[in-house]
């Protein structure tokens, strides 16, 4: 039982990174954002590196939206569903294998 236990522990922290990851994504998202409102250098690394990493996504979000004219409110969208995901998914799971692994570990004693 305690090698469940420490597998399912190991699997509530791969939650927690995926859940700090998304957080990153988040500031990435925000600076995306910013840089669209002053016109920021498109040739600066960490500029490009910015909008290689958001636009993907935004664009996928953007095909399914209407057409709301110069205002774009795909990063809006974007970070609703990652604190959707953070959330129901990554708060729910890590609640869960936490608890079923501190059980687990208490029927081992």
Request: aromatic share 12%; proline share 5%.
């Amino acid at each position: 039982m305690i090698l469940l236990a420490n597998v399912l522990l190991a699997l509530a922290k791969i939650v927690e990174v995926a859940s700090g990851i998304l957080t990153i994504y988040k500031y990435i998202l925000l600076a995306n954002v910013i840089i669209s409102w002053v016109n920021a250098d498109p040739y600066n690394p960490i500029v490009s590196f910015i909008y290689r990493t958001t636009e993907p996504v935004l664009r996928r979000v953007r095909r399914y939206m209407p057409d709301t004219g110069m205002i774009d409110l795909s990063p809006v969208v974007v970070f609703i569903l990652i604190y959707l995901v953070q959330i129901v998914v990554f708060d729910t799971a890590y609640t869960y294998l936490m608890m079923f692994s501190s059980q687990l570990k208490g029927q081992a004693l």
